[in-house]
């Protein structure tokens, strides 16, 4: 007896099929095969009561398109650069809370902004057989991740930053023309002297606002030195840093620092704050990103505002598209940005909201 009991402790547990699913569920097996296959005519409450149900008996659904012989994990990766910059911690949170609506898990890992790490992601990604990755850590000219995945036909979608190269569906903001937007704003305050701080130029994305910057600022007169052109990491330490260099000379201080990411901003702040450097009397500082805590009236940053749930559920969306419908075109799609007006640039409190960009448009690759 004990040994029959040892044989089917072992013996591997029966496949759970549709029809086990829609009997749980008190529906049809067709509503089941609606649910999983991407198909309308099922209202949300009941969509999310299936795919619940189904997660918990352990059911896994084939995809039905013909050339595609791989089996629904129910689990996406996510890959970003860190979990110190808060503008990463919101893109976690809201792309598990749209996967979460449709009954996907997601496994996420960070690179700390190393082509090799995210190489090493990429292919441990791939072992545990995900359905698709979002990456918002692509790097500009390294499309070695992306070739890992497609390998395994898993789709890709970048997310912020664009990977040259790669055939792989991108969701983001205008960069350059929200940088330019903001540099103007900038400018209307009369700063001639400006400092830019960007985080690593292989993300596209910090490249195109320096870039923007730049280019708006020339167009108005206003050269900027190449020492003032800083490229730093996107935490709070790299605009700590930035702003000891920039801030270092009291005889060669710029009169504003254009941040190319909220957290660098904050980082300028504190350094200028703990050296008795007055924002805005002494020194304007703006940022990009458009964190909640950054338009706060406690900080008051000026900044570029991302989207960042629409762009979450959009790249779970597009992504969603690619694993049930393998081969579709990669998209472009651009998201709408604005520009918080706040204090530390030098306006008034309680600026409204302003800038924004044209409606999203989609093109593709």
């Known amino acids: 007896m004990a040994r029959a009991q040892e044989k089917d402790e072992k013996s591997p547990r029966s496949r759970v099929t549709a029809a086990q699913v829609a009997r749980a569920c008190n529906v049809s097996t067709a509503t089941v095969s609606y649910v999983f296959n991407g198909k309308g005519g099922v209202s949300t409450a009941v969509r999310r009561h299936i795919i619940e149900t189904a997660n918990e008996l352990g059911y896994r659904s084939p995809l039905t398109t013909a050339n595609h012989n791989r089996t629904l994990t129910r689990v996406i990766g996510l890959i970003v650069p860190s979990m110190v910059n808060y503008m990463h911690m919101h893109w976690c949170q809201a792309i598990?809370?749209?996967?979460?609506?449709?009954?996907?898990?997601?496994?996420?890992?960070?690179?700390?902004?190393?082509?090799?790490?995210?190489?090493?992601?990429?292919?441990?990604?791939?072992?545990?057989?995900?359905?698709?990755?979002i990456s918002t850590a692509g790097m500009r000219l390294?499309?070695?991740?992306?070739?890992?995945?497609?390998?395994?036909?898993?789709?890709?979608?970048?997310?912020?930053?664009?990977?040259?190269?790669?055939?792989?569906?991108?969701?983001g903001i205008d960069d350059r023309r929200a940088a330019h937007e903001l540099m103007e704003h900038v400018l209307s305050h009369g700063a001639t002297k400006i400092a830019t701080v960007i985080g690593p130029r292989f993300s596209t994305a910090s490249a195109d606002r320096e870039r923007g910057f730049i280019e708006t600022a020339a167009e108005?007169?206003?050269?900027?030195?190449?020492?003032?052109?800083?490229?730093?990491?996107?935490?709070?330490?790299?605009?700590?840093?930035?702003?000891?260099?920039?801030?270092?000379?009291?005889?060669?201080?710029?009169?504003?620092?254009?941040?190319?990411?909220?957290?660098?901003?904050?980082?300028?702040?504190?350094?200028?704050?703990?050296?008795?450097?007055?924002?805005?009397?002494?020194?304007?500082?703006?940022?990009?990103?458009?964190?909640?805590?950054?338009?706060?009236?406690?900080?008051?940053?000026?900044?570029?505002?991302?989207?960042?749930?629409?762009?979450?559920?959009?790249?779970?969306?597009?992504?969603?598209?690619?694993?049930?419908?393998?081969?579709?075109?990669?998209?472009?799609?651009?998201?709408r940005h604005q520009i918080h007006v706040g204090t530390s640039c030098g306006c008034k409190p309680l600026s409204p909201n302003a800038l924004t960009t044209p409606k999203p448009k989609e093109s593709h690759d």
């Open 220 to 335: 108005r007169g206003v050269e900027i030195p190449g020492r003032w052109k800083v490229s730093t990491k996107l935490n709070r330490n790299g605009g700590r840093i930035a702003a000891e260099e920039l801030l270092r000379d009291p005889g060669d201080r710029p009169e504003a620092i254009v941040c190319g990411s909220d957290e660098v901003a904050v980082g300028v702040i504190e350094h200028a704050v703990m050296n008795e450097i007055g924002i805005p009397g002494d020194l304007i500082v703006v940022g990009s990103d458009g964190l909640a805590r950054s338009r706060s009236p406690l900080l008051g940053m000026t900044t570029i505002v991302q989207p960042v749930v629409e762009m979450a559920k959009t790249a779970f969306e597009v992504l969603l598209d690619h694993i049930e419908h393998p081969g579709r075109e990669p998209r472009t799609i651009i998201c």
């Open 96 to 133: 598990i809370d749209a996967a979460g609506d449709e009954g996907f898990d997601v496994f996420v890992s960070t690179t700390g902004d190393d082509s090799e790490k995210l190489a090493h992601v990429a292919s441990t990604m791939a072992a545990r057989n995900v359905d698709g990755v």
């Open 142 to 171: 390294d499309a070695r991740f992306n070739g890992i995945l497609s390998a395994e036909r898993i789709p890709v979608v970048n997310l912020s930053r664009r990977v040259e190269h790669a055939s792989a569906s991108f969701i």
